[in-house]
T-cell receptor, first 112, second 114 residues
């Protein structure tokens, strides 16, 4: 069963616009990660945020974590056509084995 | 390129058959994870091995088994295949067993059961 759920399921934007994806989860976590998957390919790790962190940046990516609301968001600024992919959040439950549990993903299409 | 290799890329087989999927982790990584990705179930964790030993088990069916060899490559064996086993199977590796460590995913094996 999925721990995290991404929202929206699908997002279609124009190049240059910002894209925001959200992830909600049910139980307390140690860490939350975001991954990207190009169609039919393996997942690529984007960013990891620990439960005691509130915000992290990596290039055009900004991730926030609100543990009180059990939610996270991934913001991609100035999107490019090459950002077209599915984006997954993965959480590992507190007290667990650090195995990330993946959501179903947000499918992002960036139109040139 | 993540450094994780998986073979074969595609596999088409009939119901009732048995197949073996192979994974070589990134150089230096001791931990290997297997995932199944299907449209209806999403990405499901199957099993983890660390330095040859089973470390964690997820939603792995009894018909499926895995092992990690001394050279750290891993194999996932799927037997008595059913149509519902058709999916993408991913292997991932990480530096250690504890966390949090980012996982490096292979390109996947697409299994089609007819």
């Amino acid at each position: 069963s999925q721990q995290g759920e991404e929202d929206p399921q699908a997002l279609s934007i124009q190049e240059g616009e910002n894209a925001t994806m959200n992830c909600s989860y049910k139980t307390s976590i140690n860490n939350l990660q975001w991954y990207r998957q190009n169609s039919g390919r393996g997942l690529v790790h984007l960013i990891l945020i620990r439960s005691n962190e509130r915000e992290k940046h990596s290039g055009r990516l900004r991730v926030t974590l609100d543990t009180s609301k059990k939610s996270s968001s991934l913001l991609i600024t100035a999107s490019r056509a090459a950002d077209t992919a599915s984006y997954f959040c993965a959480t590992d439950a507190r007290g667990g084995s650090y195995i990330p549990t993946f959501g179903r993903g947000t499918s992002l299409i960036v139109h040139p | 390129d993540s450094g994780v290799t998986q073979t074969p890329k595609h596999l088409i087989t009939a119901t009732g058959q048995r197949v073996t999927l192979r994974c070589s982790p990134r150089s230096g990584d001791l931990s290997v994870y297997w995932y199944q990705q299907s449209l209806d179930q999403g990405l499901q964790f199957l099993i983890q091995y660390y330095n040859g030993e089973e470390r964690a088990k997820g939603n792995i069916l009894e018909r499926f088994s895995a092992q990690q060899f001394p050279d750290l490559h891993s194999e996932l064996n799927l037997s008595s295949l059913e149509l519902g086993d058709s999916a993408l199977y991913f292997c991932a590796s990480s530096a250690s067993a504890g966390g949090p460590y980012e996982q490096y995913f292979g390109p996947g094996t697409r299994l089609t059961v007819t």
